[in-house]
């Protein structure tokens, strides 16, 4: 006994469409009706279908389908191709829950961000590591990370362009550097002798738009501390938030610590 594509169809709840593609690729052979012309699946079809269907849902490849189904590959080979697709799926979760974990991460630190804008609060400054020395304008950034830091593909998802500012030396402006938070994974070229480690248990901390004019971007921030008379100890660190692009250039959030002296002014 024969069925038709849309009997069949309708048995294993597939499309035609989809019938009719197994059967270009080799995985089922129907008979022609010599009396209507019209393609006739058999039984056996029936069962390869399902089977195709099945090493379909674990996500195997069609090429994988007809080594199993065409090749007279063993029932231990099988095995092995079942094994690999395991692992193939094992790590895919791995890095599923990887990229959940990132973006739990970054949305908590994303409306932070958001909920810090236009205000000031005081607060430590976490620990950060750099090298001593500053990106230099006129190389470009790809040689400048060479020469700061050992960076795996991981790592660049925790590297930021941060600056620091001496209010003593204005004429100095924003000095930019690579940094990157106490957690991270990043290794670090040549560490015993030109690491440099930046923290503050007292800080007086606001979330700005960056800007390249350096006073648009402290003004906010001194002004407070004038008005509740703050006294600040003259840097100003800047570290890199969540960025978007406006007219289709790159810019973001940057978190500004002022480390305070001890006392108020009077």
Known sequence: MYLSVGEISKALGISNETIRHYVQEGLIAPRKNPENNYW???SDDFIRLSDVLFYRSVGLSIKEIKSIMNDNISVEEIGSVMKIRRTELTNAIK????????????????????DLRGKSIIGPMPVGYRRSNFIDESKHIANALRECFDLEKDDW???????CYNLAEPEKGMRKYFSFPEETRLKIANTRVDMMEESDDNCLITEVYYSENIEEMTTPLLSYAEEHKIILKGMIYGREGTNFFKNGVRTGLYRLYAPIQTGRKK
């Open 95 to 114: 890095e599923t829950v990887n990229m959940m974990q990132r973006l739990d991460e970054w949305e908590e630190h994303y409306q932070k961000e958001l």
């Open 40 to 42: 006739e699946y058999s």
């Open 157 to 163: 998802m925790n590297l930021s362009v941060s600056f």
